[in-house]
C-alpha cells in the first residue's frame, strides 16, 4: 500500500481517491478487474482511479490515476464531475481499509487504445484486466463490480452535470 494511505484511531487504514468514469461513444465503461493475494480465488471490476497525494487536487488525481492506469493522457477539464461520491469500506492485503472516493466522469468519441506501462508493481500483481462493458452487459454478469449498483448509476446519468455530486453506496 502506497504512501497515501492513512492510519485512523481504531487501526483501519484510510486514504482519499479520485475514479473516473469512462464512457465510449457507445455508452460502454471502461472497467478495471483487480484481485487482493490475502483472498485468492477472488476478484472484482472497478472503475479507473486510486488514491490522491497529501494536497493533490481530486481532478488533477483523477487525470493521473486516468494516465497511470490506462495510458490516456487527458486535461482536467475534459473530465465532468465530482458526479458521485462514496465511502468505501473494505478488506485488502489483510487490513480494514476505508477510502473517500470522488467520481468524475471522462466521455471518448470512441474505444482509445489503452497501455499498461504506468502500472505500478503492485497494480502489475494485483490488476488482471482492462475491458470495456455495455451496461446491460454488466447487469446480468455474475461477476463483482464496485460500485454495485453501477449499471443503475450509469442509467441515471445525464449527458451533462450540473449539480452537486450524488451521494451513493
Same mark, same amino acid.
Given at each position: ?8 484511531? +481504531? ?26 493475494? !490475502?483472498? *485468492? ?10 488514491? @490522491?497525494?497529501?494536497? !493533490?487536487?481530486? @481532478? +488533477? ?24 461520491? @462514496? ?14 472516493? !470522488? ?12 497501455? @499498461? ?5 503492485? !497494480? ?33 446519468? *445525464? ?11
Amino acid at each position: 500500500m502506497g504512501p497515501e494511505w492513512g492510519t485512523a484511531p +481504531d487501526g483501519t487504514r484510510t486514504r482519499d481517491a479520485s475514479r473516473v468514469v469512462v464512457l465510449d461513444g457507445a455508452g460502454r465503461v471502461l472497467l478495471v478487474r483487480g484481485t487482493d493475494p !490475502e483472498r *485468492p480465488g477472488e476478484a472484482w471490476w472497478f472503475t479507473v482511479g486510486g488514491g @490522491r497525494g497529501a494536497g !493533490e487536487d481530486p @481532478r +488533477d488525481a483523477a487525470v493521473r490515476e486516468l494516465r497511470e492506469e490506462t495510458g490516456l493522457a487527458v486535461a482536467p477539464g475534459d473530465l465532468t464531475g465530482p458526479v458521485w461520491v @462514496r465511502t468505501a469500506d473494505f478488506p485488502y492485503l489483510g487490513r480494514a481499509c476505508r477510502q473517500r472516493e !470522488e467520481f468524475f466522469v471522462l466521455r471518448l468519441g470512441a474505444a482509445a487504445r489503452l497501455s @499498461r506501462a504506468g502500472w505500478t508493481a503492485l !497494480e502489475l500483481a494485483t490488476l488482471t484486466d482492462v475491458r470495456w462493458w455495455d451496461p446491460d452487459e454488466l447487469a446480468a454478469s455474475a461477476d463483482l463490480c464496485y460500485p454495485a449498483d453501477l449499471p443503475t448509476l450509469l442509467a441515471d446519468l *445525464p449527458p451533462a452535470w450540473t449539480g452537486p455530486p450524488r451521494v451513493i453506496a
